[in-house]
């Protein structure tokens, strides 16, 4: 894909950014399980002075104004690196703009300026996969609405200020059977009924906390409808299209740092008085390696090309996801095989990019969640 000057520019911005303000401090973050304050805060500052902080949202709010070659770009060379620490170069979530005006105000201005975050928190603990079969509702009384149930899972750099919550606000008969209705609503923390604490710790990304979510009898203003009344899951729909892409951005950078690391060792690391890429085992996974992740960089760009255009639909972003997701896995694991033992000791970053390069083909919809929106597309319109 040929870059414009302002995203050659931004490219190199970014290496520089992750190769100075994040690489030094991954492992420091990783034998810990948490993001030291002043570094986060650090990495916040110097992203907000080199324009990546917000980067994603329009210019008209804001934010960077990237457009989605840029984006494409910026995931790619984060994924390079731990999610917990470039996560807090922000990058709000996009459907925020679906707000009033009054919402963006309270919420989206000040995610922009990095004085407030946000949660995404669709996941229960009973519904993962299975979104529609949420608990989580909502119910009138007089205008407001009273919210009950419980998230888990749902992941921030920090505590939040508030997170966007879906809720089953009624039932739609449709020609397929009954369809919940699910709203999204702006939950404040510290609102009467809603308790938040750090969840399970995760070995994917050390450091970038799952938050659980509990709300009991939460009373909620009509103007915390983000969106329309029974379009939540049109609206989370819109964001999680693009976030697959961003995935697979991530994915290929990841890729290439071990790849580049497994690389190295081939051609310096000798068995048997020579270097073991002499070795045909070794130097074939390299081959297959530089294979698959040309076809993902070529995928990612065609969907970013796709969304330009309009026509990026939500079967490209799954197979983005699916096929993205399991290279990283086959680069990652051949690279814990090229380095042998020293691939798995703590002392080498190996061990952590394969630990990390695990959760990609389970969060934002597992492979086996992408394989199936990917045969619908194939099957329905053949009536199967
Ligand atoms: C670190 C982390 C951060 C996360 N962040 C967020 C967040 O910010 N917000 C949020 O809302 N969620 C978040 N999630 C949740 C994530 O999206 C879910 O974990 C994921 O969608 C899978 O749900 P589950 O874990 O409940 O697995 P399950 O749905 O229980 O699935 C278990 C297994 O069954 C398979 N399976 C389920 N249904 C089918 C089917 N129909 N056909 C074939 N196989 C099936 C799955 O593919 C999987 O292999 C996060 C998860 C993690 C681990």
């Given at each position: 894909m040929e870059l414009s000057h302002e995203n050659q520019l931004l490219l190199e911005t970014t290496k520089r950014f992750v190769e100075e303000e994040i690489i030094?401090?991954?492992?420091?973050?990783?034998?810990?399980?948490?993001?030291?304050?002043?570094?986060?805060?650090?990495?916040?500052?110097?992203?907000?002075?080199?324009?990546?902080?917000?980067?994603?949202?329009?210019?008209?709010?804001?934010?960077?104004?990237?457009?989605?070659a840029g984006q494409m770009l910026i995931e790619r060379e984060f994924g390079k690196t731990s999610h917990a620490l470039h996560a807090w170069a922000a990058r709000p979530t996009e459907i925020l703009l679906a707000g009033t005006e009054a919402q963006k105000e309270k919420y989206l201005y000040p995610c922009v300026s990095g004085e407030k975050r946000e949660l995404f928190g669709l996941t229960e603990p009973e519904a993962g996969s299975d979104i529609m079969s949420m608990k989580s509702n909502a119910r009138r009384d007089g205008d407001d609405w009273i919210l009950n149930g419980s998230k888990h899972f749902i992941s921030g750099p920090v505590m939040p200020d508030f997170a966007i919550v879906f809720a089953q606000t009624g039932v739609d008969e449709t020609k397929r059977g009954p369809r919940k209705r699910v709203t999204a609503f702006l939950v404040d923390v510290g609102t009467k009924g809603f308790d938040i604490a750090i969840g399970a710790k995760c070995v994917s990304y050390r450091g970038y906390h799952t938050f659980r979510l509990n709300f009991?009898?939460?009373?909620?203003?009509?103007?915390?409808?983000?969106?329309?009344?029974?379009?939540?899951?049109e609206l989370a729909g819109q964001w999680l299209g693009m976030g697959r892409i961003w995935i697979g951005a991530s994915c290929c950078g990841k890729a290439e740092r071990m790849f580049d690391l497994s690389s190295d060792w081939a051609a310096n690391r000798k068995q048997f008085g020579q270097q073991i890429g002499k070795f045909q085992s070794t130097s074939f996974k390299l081959a297959d390696m530089a294979i698959e992740m040309r076809a993902a960089e070529l995928m990612v760009q065609d969907?970013?090309?796709?969304?330009?255009n309009e026509q990026m639909t939500d079967s490209d972003a799954a197979m983005v996801k699916v096929y993205c997701s399991e290279m990283l896995n086959r680069v990652a694991d051949n690279t814990v095989q090229i380095f042998g033992g020293m691939g798995l000791m703590e002392e080498m970053p190996i061990q952590r990019l394969w630990r990390d390069s695990r959760l990609e083909r389970i969060w934002d919809g597992t492979s086996e969640i992408q394989r199936h929106i990917i045969s619908r597309a194939i099957l329905r319109p053949l009536g199967a």
């Amino acid at each position: 894909m040929e870059l414009s000057h302002e995203n050659q520019l931004l490219l190199e911005t970014t290496k520089r950014f992750v190769e100075e303000e994040i690489i030094p401090h991954e492992e420091l973050v990783d034998q810990l399980g948490e993001v030291p304050e002043e570094i986060g805060r650090q990495i916040e500052t110097k992203s907000k002075e080199i324009g990546l902080f917000a980067a994603n949202l329009p210019e008209e709010v804001g934010g960077g104004g990237l457009d989605y070659a840029g984006q494409m770009l910026i995931e790619r060379e984060f994924g390079k690196t731990s999610h917990a620490l470039h996560a807090w170069a922000a990058r709000p979530t996009e459907i925020l703009l679906a707000g009033t005006e009054a919402q963006k105000e309270k919420y989206l201005y000040p995610c922009v300026s990095g004085e407030k975050r946000e949660l995404f928190g669709l996941t229960e603990p009973e519904a993962g996969s299975d979104i529609m079969s949420m608990k989580s509702n909502a119910r009138r009384d007089g205008d407001d609405w009273i919210l009950n149930g419980s998230k888990h899972f749902i992941s921030g750099p920090v505590m939040p200020d508030f997170a966007i919550v879906f809720a089953q606000t009624g039932v739609d008969e449709t020609k397929r059977g009954p369809r919940k209705r699910v709203t999204a609503f702006l939950v404040d923390v510290g609102t009467k009924g809603f308790d938040i604490a750090i969840g399970a710790k995760c070995v994917s990304y050390r450091g970038y906390h799952t938050f659980r979510l509990n709300f009991s009898d939460v009373r909620l203003g009509p103007d915390q409808i983000l969106g329309e009344e029974g379009k939540g899951l049109e609206l989370a729909g819109q964001w999680l299209g693009m976030g697959r892409i961003w995935i697979g951005a991530s994915c290929c950078g990841k890729a290439e740092r071990m790849f580049d690391l497994s690389s190295d060792w081939a051609a310096n690391r000798k068995q048997f008085g020579q270097q073991i890429g002499k070795f045909q085992s070794t130097s074939f996974k390299l081959a297959d390696m530089a294979i698959e992740m040309r076809a993902a960089e070529l995928m990612v760009q065609d969907a970013v090309m796709r969304a330009d255009n309009e026509q990026m639909t939500d079967s490209d972003a799954a197979m983005v996801k699916v096929y993205c997701s399991e290279m990283l896995n086959r680069v990652a694991d051949n690279t814990v095989q090229i380095f042998g033992g020293m691939g798995l000791m703590e002392e080498m970053p190996i061990q952590r990019l394969w630990r990390d390069s695990r959760l990609e083909r389970i969060w934002d919809g597992t492979s086996e969640i992408q394989r199936h929106i990917i045969s619908r597309a194939i099957l329905r319109p053949l009536g199967a």
